[in-house]
């Protein structure tokens, strides 16, 4: 019990870094948005089945969809051979996928119309066999878009939801240190998006404040057993509410670190290591797990302190006042 840490004290410290980032954050976001890394693209999509995945009936492949190409003034940007996935199972068919990249000012009708020529031209060559069809598509740089607002307002239920179960079994003072914690990581990482300039999908901010609230709340649930504990022990009963706080956030940092670092470790591998498009949502969660911590630990601590001492001298009070209307019945 010799270390000290009064988290209420810093009370108004943790108020204003959050005041000025979110303002920071409210401002950029009026004027610039965030930095959006899926700009619109023109693709070409040749599928085909394991007759034609032979090196040699590939490379044949390749080159007849590049002449084509060439005949009527396209230039692809990018090329690459992926494997085709079912859209309903999100699996794997068995077939294969040569995609052409062309720019965003590409147009529309003379991409259809290549596309068309290149089915015509591949149907012809015999040699080739197999099933071969070919796709123009545009894709917008709105990946994430429904499938991200319902995966927000879902996790923000679930952060609802964890907060009454916190508020009923740890007292009504954590739930709202948790709620303050939970609103303010959702801002603040929408401001940190809007401040570093970190490129993400279109709407992915949303989902990444909803996934902010949600880790918040388990750290501070997390908190919230770990002080249960912690103040039963007879020896907080001689600190105040700050004191016992300071000590248990304290008493709480290994488990923590012991949690996040590999967590954040496994992201940074996996984000280094994986797509472009998955790197775009692996490395960019780092910044809600950062907030998570620092409101976990610093920020709902010291709001949770002045509530805890309102409600312990209520506490204190309606003992006394029990006690004493006991006492009047025995005389």
């Not at 609802?160 to 916190?166: C, G, N």
């Not at 404040?209 to 750290?219: D, E, L, T």
């Not at 290591?273 to 709902?300: C, D, E, K, T, W």
Request: proline residues 3%; neutral net charge.
């Amino acid at each position: 019990m010799t270390k000290r840490f009064l988290p209420g004290k810093l009370l108004p410290v943790w108020i204003a870094v959050s005041a000025v980032l979110i303002a920071v954050g409210i401002v950029l976001i009026s004027l610039f948005g965030f930095h959006y890394s899926a700009p619109e693209t023109k693709t070409v999509e040749i599928g085909y089945d394991a007759v034609v995945f032979i090196e040699e009936k590939e490379d044949a492949l390749a080159s007849t969809c590049e002449g084509v190409f060439s005949q009527d003034g396209l230039r692809y940007t990018a090329k690459r051979t992926d494997r085709e996935l079912d859209v309903n199972y999100v699996s794997e068919t068995g077939n294969y996928l040569l995609v052409y990249t062309f720019s965003a000012d590409t147009d529309n009708a003379k991409l259809a119309s290549v596309a068309t020529k290149l089915q015509q031209a591949l149907d012809a060559n015999t040699e080739l066999g197999g099933d071969i069809y070919v796709t123009a598509h545009t894709l917008a740089g709105e990946q994430f878009h429904e499938a991200s607002w319902r995966a927000a307002i879902a996790l923000c239920v679930a952060a609802i939801v964890a907060l009454v179960y916190i508020g009923f079994r740890f007292g009504w003072a954590a739930a709202i240190a948790g709620l303050v914690a939970c609103v303010n990581d959702a801002l603040v990482t929408l401001s940190l998006f809007a401040i570093t300039r970190i490129p993400v999908y279109v709407y992915a901010p949303v989902l990444f404040a909803g996934i902010a609230a949600v880790v918040s709340v388990i750290m501070w649930l997390a908190q919230c057993m770990k002080m249960r504990e912690n103040f039963k022990d007879p020896a907080f009963t001689s600190l105040t509410a700050e004191e016992a706080v300071g000590v248990s956030v304290l008493g709480s940092w290994k488990f923590a670190l012991c949690f996040l670092v590999p967590l954040a470790i496994v992201f940074v591998v996996l984000g280094v290591i994986a797509s472009s498009g998955l790197r775009l949502f692996l490395l960019p969660v780092l910044v809600p797990l950062a907030v998570s911590v620092y409101s976990s630990f610093l920020l709902a601590p010291a709001v949770l302190v002045p509530f805890k001492s309102k409600f312990d001298r209520m506490k204190s009070s309606r003992k006394k006042y029990v006690g004493k209307k006991k006492a009047e019945v025995q005389e």
